[in-house]
């Protein structure tokens, strides 16, 4: 814990060092920004519905040791290809803007919940990208990756067409994050 009278400098402090290094303070939007870029979950992605298959975290699991969860985890309708998956979502042409919360039909159905293949939960601006980017749940997950599909947002009255894509948009392999 560090004393309340020490908080300005050891904030002065860490901003030299990070200065040094090329970083430097950031606020809580960039780092949601960031996050969505890499694909990192938060309380948006996770409800008490989705399973570590669901985020592409199935491999995590053990088959050796056991764990909370396991039995639950290894459900046939949990595992089933079909569940609605986390993916990345990109905006194909000259997309305003993308809204969490807004659902996915494929191109061409009605905007119905008979025709819902899932939705957007956390969406950002990428100054990095130049575009907005969102990560989501789509039926199919990763078998839908390059698949086009109909964003509608049935409060805000939006609708757009979002490229299903990899959660991870920025440094996919991570060369960034190791240096």
Known sequence: AVPARYGDSLFRALTAKATEMGGGPYGVEALNVLRIE???????????????FDIGMGRMISAKKDCIGKTMAAREG????????LMGFKPVGAVKQLTAGAHLYNEGDEATAEFDKGYLTSVAFSPTLGHFMALGFVRGGPERLGDRLRMVDHMRQIETVVEVCDPVVFDPKGERTRG
């Open 78 to 85: 949990l595992l089933d290809e079909d569940r609605e998956r």
């Open 38 to 52: 890499k694909g990192f979950i938060t309380h948006a992605e996770i409800h008490g519905r989705v399973t570590a």
